[in-house]
Every structure is written in C-alpha cells, then in structure tokens.
C-alpha cells in the first residue's frame, strides 16, 4: 500500500521567505503525485500534480514542484511566499492500482505579514 | 470547470437519526467518486470508493452498514450515515475523480460537517 511523509507540520515564514515542503512517498512503480491546499474555511483545491514527463511541475499561485525518483521526493516550493499563502498543505499521492489518493499528514503554514 | 458540490454544508441531528449527504460533480461526470473524513487539524482519511452503478468499496475499518453508500448516476454520489452517534461527528468530504482531458484528477466538494448530539 501506498504510504506518504510530510516532515514538517508546521512552519512559519516571514512575508516574501522561500518555502519548501517536504514529502516522501514509499510506492516504487509508476506514481501519479498532487498537491492540494486548503485555505481556512474553504474545501481543497488542487495545486499542481505529476504524471509523467518534466520532472519539475508548475502549479497556480507560483508553487513549483520537483519529483526525484531516486529520493522518492516531491517537494513543494515557492520562491516568496505571501500572506495569502497561509493555509494547510498536503501532498497525496495516488494509489494507480485503486485510483485512490492518500494523504500526508499535511503541513499547515503560517506567513507572517 | 471541474466544481464538485456537496449538500448539506453543515448539519446537526440526534444520536440514533440517519442523515445523507449528497456529493453532485456540476460541470463533469465522474464514474468514481470517494468519500473521506477530516477530524480537526488531522489529514483526509479514505472511507470508501463510490463507483457509479456498482456497490462502494470501503477502506479497512469502516463499517459499510453504517456508512451506505449510493452512487446512482455519473454526477451523484450519497453518503448516508446510519443510525449516528456523536462519535461520527466529523467533516465529511467528498471528491470526484475524472479522467476526461485532465488526467486522472480528483475534485474536492466543499464539505460537510456532521454535528450527533
């Protein structure tokens, strides 16, 4: 079964500070990842996701993500982070045999103004 | 496009009543859609997998007769929670999967929070 990692719970970022956020997946086959947000009060959106092809994806809002294969990685980036950019964050990837995500844990970021 | 809805958004019964939520893709059709629960500042836990036409799939550990599942038609999706106790409070959340020009991609309904006095 498919099983994912996020290292950090919870971080807080000055205004304009780069971001990173870890995650770690543990499935070795064909892997398919997404990166949702939720923004206080409201439902997930989806940021941005990884089938195949460039292994450096680009999502809304300026968020960038980069799959490595040998490292089992796709962390989350943003250059600058925003006050607006506060929210929860959880890396899921999808289970291809069950066409099901799972969840991390989920990073809840805090950016201060 | 790809807006999924989700009916109540919020809902409060006594301990022992059945309340159905119901889960609509507005804009897309979804063969599958699933069903997960959130509990405060906790991750998304799977529940089960509504295929449409063809009995849910339910994850390890979540009780079937409890949490039925109807998936009548390609943009409807309920969830009925039976006979509800207080420990089923929780935020219900559902999504849609399609595979139509996007890849297979799942979108999140807003949610329903389930209150069992």
Redesign the interface.
């Given at each position: 079964a498919q099983s994912v990692s996020q290292h950090n719970h919870h971080v807080i970022l000055s205004e304009a500070a780069s971001l990173e956020l870890g995650c770690n997946y543990s499935y070795g086959g064909t892997v398919?990842l997404?990166w949702?947000v939720q923004y206080p009060g409201?439902?997930?959106?989806?940021l941005l996701?990884y089938?195949s092809g460039d292994p450096l994806v680009k999502g809304i809002k300026g968020f960038e993500a980069e799959f490595i294969k040998s490292k089992f990685s796709f962390n989350l980036r943003k250059p600058s982070v925003q006050w607006s950019d506060t929210a929860e964050y959880?890396c899921a990837p999808?289970d291809t045999g069950?066409?099901?995500?799972?969840?991390?844990?989920?990073t809840?970021l805090q950016v201060q103004p | 496009g790809a807006v999924v809805s989700q009916h109540p958004s919020w809902v409060i019964c006594k301990s022992g009543t059945s309340v159905k939520i119901e889960c609509r893709s507005l804009d897309f059709q979804a063969t599958?859609m699933?069903w997960?629960r959130q509990f405060p500042?906790?991750?998304?836990?799977?529940m089960a997998?509504s295929n449409e036409g063809s009995k849910a799939?339910y994850e390890q550990g979540v009780e079937k007769d409890k949490f039925l599942i109807n998936h009548a038609s390609l943009t409807l999706s309920t969830l009925t929670v039976t006979s509800a106790h207080p420990e089923d409070s929780s935020f219900y959340?559902c999504?849609a999967?399609t595979t139509s020009g996007r890849?297979?991609?799942?979108?999140?309904?807003?949610?329903t929070r389930l209150t069992v006095l």
């Amino acid at each position: 079964a498919q099983s994912v990692s996020q290292h950090n719970h919870h971080v807080i970022l000055s205004e304009a500070a780069s971001l990173e956020l870890g995650c770690n997946y543990s499935y070795g086959g064909t892997v398919n990842l997404f990166w949702y947000v939720q923004y206080p009060g409201q439902h997930l959106q989806l940021l941005l996701k990884y089938f195949s092809g460039d292994p450096l994806v680009k999502g809304i809002k300026g968020f960038e993500a980069e799959f490595i294969k040998s490292k089992f990685s796709f962390n989350l980036r943003k250059p600058s982070v925003q006050w607006s950019d506060t929210a929860e964050y959880f890396c899921a990837p999808l289970d291809t045999g069950r066409r099901a995500l799972t969840f991390g844990s989920g990073t809840r970021l805090q950016v201060q103004p | 496009g790809a807006v999924v809805s989700q009916h109540p958004s919020w809902v409060i019964c006594k301990s022992g009543t059945s309340v159905k939520i119901e889960c609509r893709s507005l804009d897309f059709q979804a063969t599958t859609m699933f069903w997960y629960r959130q509990f405060p500042k906790q991750s998304l836990m799977l529940m089960a997998t509504s295929n449409e036409g063809s009995k849910a799939t339910y994850e390890q550990g979540v009780e079937k007769d409890k949490f039925l599942i109807n998936h009548a038609s390609l943009t409807l999706s309920t969830l009925t929670v039976t006979s509800a106790h207080p420990e089923d409070s929780s935020f219900y959340i559902c999504s849609a999967r399609t595979t139509s020009g996007r890849r297979d991609t799942q979108y999140f309904g807003p949610g329903t929070r389930l209150t069992v006095l």
